[in-house]
């Protein structure tokens, strides 16, 4: 029995969930829409969404968490363009949209972009 059990490991050794996530997140970042599957983009949203709140305060040290995750060039796009874009919202920074079913294993696809 799965009680309790809420965690979504994709397949995937502790790092590589976590290499996963930081490269769709960039991905996000840099291009601003994505298509992925359904459960990528579920355990996504809160991992980006978390990182843009960070991005809306300009601080040394929200700079320096950053730059953990993320490359220097992603960080950067993140504090410059997209933190101040969100300054004034409160949450709800990104958008999941059912596409359509891929062929080959039945997954479902969404888009996931970023609001504007």
Request: charged share 30%.
């Amino acid at each position: 029995m799965r009680h309790r059990n809420k965690k979504q490991k994709l397949g995937r050794s502790p790092e590589q969930r976590k290499a996963t996530l930081s490269s769709l997140a960039s991905a996000v970042i840099l291009k601003e829409r994505i298509f992925t599957t359904e459960i990528k983009a579920k355990k996504l949203k809160p991992f980006l969404e978390k990182a843009i709140s960070r991005a809306r305060k300009n601080t040394v040290a929200n700079r320096r968490i950053l730059l953990k995750t993320f490359p220097p060039r992603i960080a950067d796009k993140l504090i410059k363009i997209i933190g101040p874009r969100y300054a004034a919202q409160a949450g709800g920074y990104t958008r999941i949209i059912k596409y359509n079913v891929r062929k080959a294993d039945g997954a479902q696809m969404v888009l996931m972009e970023l609001v504007k």
